[in-house]
């Protein structure tokens, strides 16, 4: 019995051993069938092109030359005055070039009959191209005068 047990402490120090594997120099590679070869792995390059983008063109209608809009708080903006009614063209276009071309060959807007200058005591300017709100009781007196002549001067 005595025997066994030097053979056996005599194997366990063999079999604790820890081997680190050691990496190589070169990885090899393959390809995702196993093979060494490029087969088996193909790529469509055939896709489908964008759906069509959906553009708005949206004009407005001005009634005079950018100035400078006084308040009665004495700030100032500088904007020209539209109207409330706007023309919007909304078309589908492929891409950014065919959406430009579109809107070169769009119909020129028509104005309305009867424009709409004075909305519930606020009027519109466009101010950095975009559609802002004024009521006319923050308007400087010489600008409510201007304001109240060119919509007297509007078909009814």
């Not at 209608?61 to 005079?64: A, P, R, T, V, W």
């Given at each position: 019995?005595?025997?066994w047990?030097?053979?056996?402490a ?26 060494g ?23 407005y209608?001005?009634?005079?030359d ?43 807007p028509?104005m ?14 466009l ?30």
């Open positions: 019995m005595k025997v047990l030097i053979l056996l005599m194997a366990a120090p063999l079999s604790a051993q820890v081997i680190l594997p050691t990496t190589g120099k070169k990885f090899d590679t393959r390809t995702i069938n196993g093979s070869g490029n087969s088996g792995v193909s790529i469509n390059s055939a896709t489908k092109p964008p759906p069509p983008t959906k553009t708005k063109l949206t004009s209608f001005m009634l005079g950018p100035r400078q809009w006084k308040s009665t708080d004495g700030k100032s903006l500088l904007g020209t005055i539209i109207i409330f009614e706007d023309a919007v063209i909304e078309f589908e276009a492929a891409n950014t070039a065919a959406a430009r071309e579109a809107v070169a060959k769009a119909p020129p028509k309305p009959e009867k424009p709409t200058l004075i909305r519930e005591g606020k009027i519109r300017l101010v950095n191209q975009k559609p802002v709100e004024v009521p006319l009781e923050r308007l400087s007196d010489e600008d409510r005068k201007y304001v109240n002549d060119l919509n007297a001067r509007l078909p009814k």
